[in-house]
């Protein structure tokens, strides 16, 4: 094995690896979620991997676990779990998205989450110009199925959905016993994704007030807005 290859990052040449993006004033922040709350969840194996390429490329991440979050709108939002996580979308200036496909859609435990994640907060959207990278595993064969609903939902949420992603195919053999995952085509690609999700996150940091501006928003004063907010959630 190359002597560059990381101890941490076995399947990492770290020869290829492009760091060459200026240091930053403070990490990128990423926040990943992940959906199913099995003992042996893929998606969240997935996730972990993802995680330990962004702390390598320069990022601090955070991991929400959805084990224990309530269905939306079956508790109230001061609930511990419900907190935690929308505390986290508002640390987050980039996140990433993974989900198994069940049904031929995403699984509820993830779109539960993404449920209880307001649009707005007040006259704040919590999740609007910040990054977004999604990926899906499969008990089969590739499908494409979750990462196109799960840009659908990145785009409601006025995010920055980047243009790679990451399908794993027959994801049960995609990780060894103790939930690393194997070096394939499938792993360089999770590569791509998130060095991809980094840069830019990088290169949009601080301009997304100037990109998300809007001219129907200018003309809606906040005090209108909270206004209109208020009235449409009683």
Same mark, same amino acid.
Request: proline fraction near 6%; charged fraction near 25%; include cysteine.
């Given at each position: 094995?190359?002597?560059?290859?990381?101890?941490?990052?076995? /399947?990492?040449?770290?020869?290829?690896?492009?760091?060459?993006?200026?240091?930053?004033?403070?990490?990128?922040? *990423?926040? =990943? !979620?992940?959906?199913? $709350?099995?003992?042996?969840?893929?998606?969240?194996?997935?996730?972990?991997?993802?995680?330990?390429? !962004?702390?390598? =490329?320069?990022?601090? $991440?955070? +991991?929400?676990?959805?084990?224990?979050?309530?269905?939306? @709108?079956?508790?109230?939002?001061?609930?511990?779990?419900?907190?935690? !996580?929308? @505390?986290?979308?508002?640390?987050?200036?980039?996140?990433?998205?993974?989900?198994?496909?069940?049904?031929?859609?995403?699984?509820?435990?993830?779109?539960?989450? *993404?449920?209880? +994640?307001? =649009?707005? !907060?007040?006259?704040?959207?919590?999740?609007?110009?910040?990054?977004?990278?999604?990926?899906?595993?499969?008990?089969?064969?590739?499908?494409? /199925?979750?990462?196109?609903?799960?840009?659908? =939902?990145?785009?409601?949420?006025?995010?920055? $959905? *980047?243009?790679?992603?990451?399908?794993?195919?027959?994801?049960?053999?995609?990780?060894?016993?103790?939930?690393?995952?194997?070096?394939?085509?499938?792993? @360089?690609?999770?590569? @791509?994704?998130?060095?991809?999700?980094?840069?830019?996150?990088?290169?949009?940091? /601080?301009?997304?007030?100037?990109?998300?501006?809007?001219?129907?928003?200018?003309?809606?004063?906040?005090?209108?807005?909270?206004?209109?907010? /208020?009235?449409?959630?009683?």
């Amino acid at each position: 094995m190359s002597e560059q290859l990381s101890e941490h990052l076995p /399947n990492l040449d770290l020869s290829l690896l492009d760091g060459k993006h200026a240091r930053p004033e403070h990490k990128p922040r *990423i926040l =990943l !979620l992940y959906g199913s $709350t099995r003992e042996r969840s893929f998606s969240r194996l997935l996730v972990e991997e993802a995680a330990r390429l !962004l702390q390598h =490329l320069g990022a601090e $991440t955070r +991991i929400f676990d959805p084990s224990g979050l309530p269905l939306p @709108d079956d508790a109230p939002v001061e609930h511990p779990k419900v907190q935690q !996580l929308r @505390d986290l979308v508002q640390w987050s200036e980039g996140q990433v998205w993974c989900s198994p496909e069940r049904h031929g859609a995403m699984s509820a435990v993830f779109k539960a989450q *993404i449920d209880w +994640i307001p =649009l707005e !907060l007040g006259a704040v959207r919590p999740t609007q110009g910040k990054t977004l990278a999604v990926m899906q595993v499969c008990g089969g064969s590739q499908s494409f /199925n979750v990462v196109n609903q799960l840009r659908v =939902l990145g785009r409601w949420m006025r995010m920055f $959905t *980047i243009p790679n992603q990451s399908s794993v195919a027959k994801a049960y053999l995609e990780f060894d016993e103790s939930g690393r995952m194997k070096p394939s085509a499938y792993y @360089d690609r999770l590569v @791509d994704v998130m060095e991809e999700l980094v840069k830019f996150t990088l290169l949009l940091r /601080n301009q997304q007030a100037f990109l998300v501006d809007r001219y129907s928003e200018r003309k809606e004063s906040a005090e209108q807005l909270m206004a209109r907010v /208020n009235q449409r959630s009683l």
